[in-house]
């Protein structure tokens, strides 16, 4: 059974850090890139990272590059997402997503409606 499983979000204060697990179950990672969403109240789901089919691209929204970083281990089929320097515009539910045969080029921030499966969401709070 297919299944995205995330874990790792909760309360963090300002400039702090907080990393996301991504487990996969019943796809490969060579065969579908994994995507990191977020959605804060009252906005749309926007695309944060990608990690491409066989992990050797990488991309980010502009709010994350240089504080976030997506990566990958094979042996675990888990994609995780590393967050520093958090700022309270991070706050919003967070969601991994697998997309098949990509390489995540273009701008991922709105291609939400393109991903094939989805995970249950996990709430990151950035307060003090």
């Known amino acids: 059974q297919l299944q995205l499983v995330e874990s790792g979000g909760g309360l963090v204060q300002p400039g702090g850090s907080l990393r996301l697990s991504c487990v996969a179950s019943?796809?490969?990672?060579?065969?579908?890139?994994i995507g990191w969403f977020r959605q804060a109240p009252t906005k749309e789901r926007e695309g944060v990272s990608c990690i491409s089919r066989g992990g050797g691209s990488t991309n980010y929204a502009d709010s994350a590059q240089g504080r976030f970083t997506i990566f990958r281990d094979t042996v675990r089929n888990t994609v995780y997402l590393q967050m520093n320097s958090l700022k309270p515009e991070d706050t919003g539910v967070y969601y991994c997503a697998a997309k098949a045969n990509y390489n995540c080029s273009g701008d991922i921030r709105a291609m939400h409606s393109t991903y094939d499966y989805w995970g249950q969401g996990i709430q990151v709070t950035v307060s003090s």
């Open positions: 019943g796809l490969s990672l060579d065969y579908y890139a």
